[in-house]
């Protein structure tokens, strides 16, 4: 087994097209694991091999790979920049110990990166960033660390300069060791000389070593007052306090570089080897009380001689089989083993374990901490389980997705389809859990509920092309919400006499709408056993039970506070199924007097467009309903963020590229939910009556 301090598990991340898939290419080339350079342009690449990838050019999928680079093995994975796909994203964070965020050159800080960049924050991985595609026309990589510094908030630590820039890109300069390292016209990455620094280079080189230094020392008491005595520290030293700073998130070693062009790659591996950190050096994983959620305040050391934790961090179905990507977090994990998944209490045999190389794999028989491996046909896994030795039960902190915000209802075109969609749809549910599909009982339709259109566009083209289902699809539907807006105190009874003992229950109560965000809350003030304590929980979930269908079209009711203050008992006739049934008419007797409210979701749209087209924009977005929050000039055009009803937004792309003559960009992501005006509000509830009209 290795050394754990030789392990780097490090994920690429960035805005769509800022070339994450590219970089993850040119690594694999020059750590020798593969002999041929794909391309995203052809489709050919690595790691993007879904046909749905290479032909939208886009990343869908996380892949994971493994190779190595001076005698320290990478795990490493390429992920999505789409914003649909956020979610594989947050789930690589979760098991990563850094990353390399990469930049455009000329695109900057774009808005996806914005949410990775976050998402990487929440999740504390330390980074390195990659300003890359500065071949590119407009490239200024002065601008991107600008950028980083404003609209990230973060502290870039510059440890790269370019040499030319556009077409005139030809290497960089190491502030760290004084040294320019020229690539020739080859193309091929190992065709670089290490030379002196440009004169018109010298004095830029000297004053951003200076600050580097400054910035490093910060990291230790001793070293900065030596450095303020004018003593310089040593090159150990320095690393060193990278190191450490890089790990504690003070800084973020910056580089750049042009991964096409093959430029810049080699000083990114020396980086992640020389400054990310091990899987030894990040905090370790949290355990959490399985019933509660709680962090327990114990940790998952990382060490493979503790008893077996890992974490399922991703479940994806080929021809194979169905592969579970796991993080191994402590202990070791060899083949014929048993485990337990302390998530649903049963044990599992490892079957098969392999080492992946993005859709191809190598089998191995022992695995240890720090290593992420898939394990074959594992039956009862989902994403966030955890993996543990049956004799000492743990859980890790599991991992939260979002709620979806767009369905579609989707069925058939033949009888024999069905069975086949229903196989299919279970294996992509286990492998998104942002997906979430559920079948409307009254029509009998399958309903596909997804992060945006993109998502579920992509869902439905898998499912022809990989299944062989083909399916009529009904219009995108929005996830409306339902809440009060008054308060309301009232009474219901409940009785039922038929022969035999009866059902009783009285309760008063108070109904008012909570805090933005606070869902349903339930409180109990009664006092002298008008209610009795028992029953109290019976008539919270009655309450809860209905709030997923609220009194206006039938959508989930949001932020509610209910208290019970008194009521009436009969000794003989009262039972918790009475006070349930009682809670339930409660509901549907008040709710409609509480001022019921629909409320639709707003997202937070990012919009890039040339400047000759920011008032066609801004318009559109008006007439949209729209609110603009902010504008941003830039070299390259305009962004401009707002917030927008999300069913404005359907079909937006094909506008705004309109538009903008096919310039345009933009991405969104849901913010909140707000009251829908009216006349929004009186067509959806027209529009759910007529469905239900007809079912």
């Known amino acids: 087994m290795t050394d754990l301090s030789k392990y780097r598990n490090i994920g690429i991340f960035a805005h769509v097209d800022a070339g994450k898939t590219t970089s993850t290419e040119r690594i694999l080339k020059l750590t020798g694991k593969i002999h041929k350079i794909g391309d995203t342009h052809d489709g050919s690449t690595t790691t993007d091999f879904m046909e749905q990838e290479a032909e939208r050019g886009i990343t869908i999928q996380s892949a994971a790979t493994t190779c190595f680079w001076n005698d320290h093995r990478l795990n490493i994975i390429d992920t999505p920049g789409h914003v649909d796909f956020t979610i594989e994203v947050y789930r690589s964070l979760k098991v990563l110990d850094g990353g390399i965020g990469v930049f455009c050159g000329s695109g900057g800080v774009e808005p996806q990166s914005e949410t990775n960049w976050r998402y990487a924050d929440e999740s504390h991985v330390s980074r390195l960033i990659f300003v890359n595609k500065l071949d590119r026309m407009g490239a200024d990589f002065f601008k991107v660390v600008d950028q980083v510094q404003n609209v990230l908030g973060a502290t870039p630590l510059v440890m790269t300069l370019p040499i030319g820039i556009e077409d005139d890109f030809c290497g960089v300069v190491d502030v760290l060791s004084q040294k320019a390292y020229i690539w020739d016209d080859s193309g091929l990455p190992e065709n670089y000389t290490v030379q002196d620094i440009p004169a018109d280079l010298v004095d830029q080189a000297a004053e951003y070593r200076e600050m580097l230094i400054e910035t490093a020392v910060e990291q230790d008491d001793d070293l900065m007052m030596a450095y303020m005595d004018g003593e310089e520290p040593s090159l150990e030293d320095i690393k060193r306090c990278i190191r450490k700073g890089t790990r504690d998130l003070a800084f973020f070693p910056t580089y750049c570089g042009s991964a096409y062009k093959n430029k810049g790659i080699q000083l990114i591996l020396d980086a992640v080897v020389d400054y990310l950190p091990s899987p030894t050096e990040v905090d370790p994983q949290p355990l959490t009380n399985p019933e509660t959620g709680e962090p327990t305040g114990e940790v998952a050391t990382v060490s493979a001689d503790e008893p077996l934790k890992a974490l399922a961090f991703k479940i994806m179905d080929d021809r194979f089989g169905a592969l579970t990507f796991i993080r191994i977090y402590a202990g070791k994990m060899k083949k014929g083993d048993t485990i ?3 998530a649903t209490g049963k044990t599992e045999r490892i079957g098969r374990m392999v080492e992946m190389h993005a859709n191809e794999r190598n089998e191995i028989d022992s695995a240890q901490a720090g290593d992420i491996i898939a394990v074959v046909g594992m039956k009862n896994v989902k994403t966030g389980h955890t993996l543990c030795d049956p004799k000492h039960e743990v859980t890790l902190e599991p991992m939260i997705f979002p709620e979806p915000v767009i369905s579609i209802a989707v069925k058939p075109k033949d009888k024999n389809g069905s069975e086949k969609m229903g196989i299919a749809i279970g294996k992509m549910v286990s492998e998104d859990p942002s997906f979430q599909v559920e079948t409307d009982e009254d029509s009998g339709e399958t309903i596909l509920k997804g992060m945006g259109e993109l998502h579920l566009d992509i869902k439905v083209d898998i499912l022809k092309r990989t299944y062989g289902v083909e399916l009529e699809v009904g219009a995108p539907q929005v996830a409306y919400r339902e809440t009060i807006t008054q308060a309301v105190e009232d009474s219901y009874t409940h009785k039922k006499q038929s022969g035999g003992s009866g059902q009783f229950g009285k309760i008063d109560y108070r109904i008012r709408p909570g805090e933005q965000g606070s869902g349903f809350k339930f409180t109990s003030t009664v006092v002298g056993g008008n209610v009795p304590k028992e029953f109290w929980p019976a008539v919270e979930k009655g309450f809860a039970s209905m709030m997923d269908h609220g009194v206006l079209a039938g959508f989930p009711t949001l932020d509610v506070e209910v208290e019970l203050f008194d009521g009436g008992f009969h000794a003989v006739d009262s039972s918790a199924i009475a006070y349930e049934i009682a809670a339930k008419g409660a509901f549907r007797q008040s709710m409609p007097k509480a001022g019921a409210q629909l409320l639709e979701p707003i997202m937070k ?74 006349n929004v509000a009186e067509q959806v509830i027209a529009e759910v009556k007529e469905r239900n009209a007809k079912k």
Do not use: W
């Open 605 to 678: 749209v990012d919009v890039f467009t040339p400047e000759d087209h920011v008032g066609d924009v801004i318009g559109d977005l008006n007439r949209r309903r729209g609110m603009i929050k902010d504008q941003q000039a830039g070299t390259t055009g305009v962004r401009i963020k707002g917030d927008v009803p999300l069913s404005e937004m359907f079909g937006y792309i094909g506008t705004l590229r309109t538009m903008t003559s096919g310039r345009g960009q933009f991405s969104m992501e849901f913010s909140h939910y707000n009251p829908c005006p009216n």
């Open 340 to 342: 337990l998944n302390s």
